[in-house]
């Protein structure tokens, strides 16, 4: 080799290193589609920050990629068996693992536990849920390893509350007696996490760095990076540079390009949630139930699933989801017969005036507005195919796009005709789409008799038989078009070992993660 | 100082104004939580309070403005921290962006106008054209995709995104690797239309007798058009030039999403869908206040380029 072509193989070298991004073997990158707000927990609900929060923080428990309960922060799961759980339901004793510490060595104690249930159901505090937590009556710290959590009635979903996504255990030394509404942990936050926060540059990433001493044993990553990469162009490029090992809440019309890149795989990550269409049960045309039912027979939801949905998923009429415990399989079902559609139609007093014509009653027509939240393709895909279903059966519809924050309000005043979108049911369920929003106006007494019953209901056998007699007389009643449950998409690097998504979030096991 | 002092009433209009349009549609940022099965009516209903939206509009608006007043933009719903921060943190970002851009459409601009106008091809007047029509009519979220798919995805010429190599410290190279594309694409919309604006103009002043002159005086017609028909077309391109900054803004806003660059326009979309009312409203006063400031200066600027003009 002579001097010169030694100096270009140096410097061609030298720009290889200096141009290659220093993603070591040793750094697990992991894309994420939008920015977390805050690190501090209970603040924010958006899913991916609650992802982040898992690599800073711990849950007393943790629901696995089986649905299984395992102790995460508590030694045990309380069970009824165990004595953790009182035989009249209203009592969760819960024993804390030892020897677990906050990221500045202080020991994390019950009094920890308790300050965290004081914190989410402070009413001074902006919290947008307190479920399950605000109906404690009183947290008891024995000592500083056991935490007696006391509810005035039989409580069945705080197993549940406390695996959520989210329900981090908060530092009582650090928070205590500081404003959290605009406290520095927001953006600097102290766990007893695998991983802690060591640069966070708004917009672009952020860094982590592994915790040697975490009581799970140190992370087998030694830095995770988060990049916030918003359009699906430049995640496509990341992608395919092999610069992520994993991509989170991608959209579902990137599945052909994951299947066809080489060292990745598509991941279905598993929800409780179902793409549905709220029918307001108040609206004149669709109070009457065969109208309702109608519009469920004019949908073949298989194809939509199947063309729309990656065929990632199945259609079910049940309210929850197949991937539930409490899912009802054999509920009264509505497949695609629109003959059958035309016949309930007609039945209900709605004909067409000619061939091919939408249907009228007294010379109203039969035009359903539906609602959508603008500016994402698959949705609006999967609304325009409802809509040439419908039209098919003689039903016009007509869309609305209006944006996220205006959804809510505008279901809740019940300032519409139908809506399409998703509701997710928890690992134990809470029934907010019922009890809580109620959106759709469903009102059926014996229907939410057996959701009272079932809210007080310690075994889970008896609940899951509730459930499904509830699921039964939902399904009759259609106040709620289910669609196909939602099927949400991850890309993985083939060399990334460990990554077990569950229902609640994908990182809760990231110390385990290598590749 | 006339001029100057007319921009405070200005400012005030304007913040009127986009206080009044950001909360125009239904909901609020207390109501994007609503949507999470999670989240329970009566905990957003006591987040409306404590964040005083449930105080009728014109009390929100009085506070804010007020507040506004003495420095305090508001604490962001979305980041907890104030709202001044969170624009901050960006704006040098999307001034990075910005003004490569505009370096890119004035330097190309320019010099494809000069060459345009001065060349006697017609094949090169042809093709400056094209470039013209090209570069007006292709949107930048299809260029940019297009510019990553072809020298990312495939040829691995530039980065896919971001201001920086993530791990590394930051330095000069490195941040002018990252910022080429965005800046080109962004830029490329101004180049044609610059262009047009020099060619047209150099075409019109090239038959005027002093260039005439200079040129019967021995000057080539690229010296006599630089020296003595340029400073002729340099009043419509200031112009052109503060007129453009809107544009270039909302330019940005597209070019960022598209290249994942942490600016102020990907910040304000995504608190555009947040309803994050301190940070939207932030970020567009920061927005108004530049065009504002930019157009004076232009008129200013006016005054240097043509002694003609004078502001009393």
Redesign the interface.
Known sequence: MNRNSRFSTTLLAAAALWFAPLAAAQTITVLFPQEPGSLLPHFDLLSLAHEAQDLVFDRLFVVDENGQYLPWLAAEVPTLANGGLSEDGRTYTIRLREGVTWHDGEPLTSADVAFTWRVITDPDLPIPTRTVWQDIESVDTPDAHTVVINFPEPNVTFLGAASFAGAYILPEHLLAGTDLNTSPFHRQPVGSGPFRLVEWQSGSFLHFERVDDYWGGPAQAESVVIRIVPGSEAQRAVLERGEADLVLQLAITELPFIEALPGHEAVQVPTFANWQVWLNNEDPALSDVRVRRALTHALDRELIAESLLGGLTTPSDAAVPPSHWAHAADVPSYPYDPEEAERLLAEAGWTRPSPGAIRTRDGEPLVIEVINIAGQADRVQVIQAIQAFWRDVGVGAEIRNIDAASFPPTLAAGDFQSAYGFFSEQQEPTWNLWLGTNWQRYANEAAFALLERYSVTVDQQERRALAIEFQTLVAEDQPVIFIAPRPLLAAASTALQGYSPTTTTSLWNVHTWQK | MRRVAGLLPRLLLISLLLFGVVHL?????????????????A??E??KE??GLDQPLHVQYWRWVSRLSVGDWG????????AMH?VM??LP?TLRLTGAALLVGLVAGVGLGLLASVSRSAAVKHLARVVAVLGMSVPTFWS??IV??VF??YL?WI??????????PADF?DGL?HLAAPALVLGSVYVAQWMRYVQAGLDDVASEDFVRTARSKGLTRLQALLKHGFPNVMLPLVTVLGLELPRLLSGAMVTE???????IG??LH?SL???DYPVVLGALLVAALAVVVVNLLTDLVYGVLDPRVRYA
């Open positions: 549609p239904r909901g609020g940022p207390a109501d994007v939580y609503a949507a999470d099965p999670a989240a329970t009516p905990a957003i006591r987040m404590l964040w604490t962001s719903y979305v980041e907890r921290r104030p969170v943190d960006r970002n940019g995709a990553l798919l990312s995805s691995r980065p896919a995104g971001g201001m920086g190599t993530i791990g590394r190279l690797w999403v598209v290249f994942s660059w942490p600016g990907r910040l995504g869908v947040a309803r």
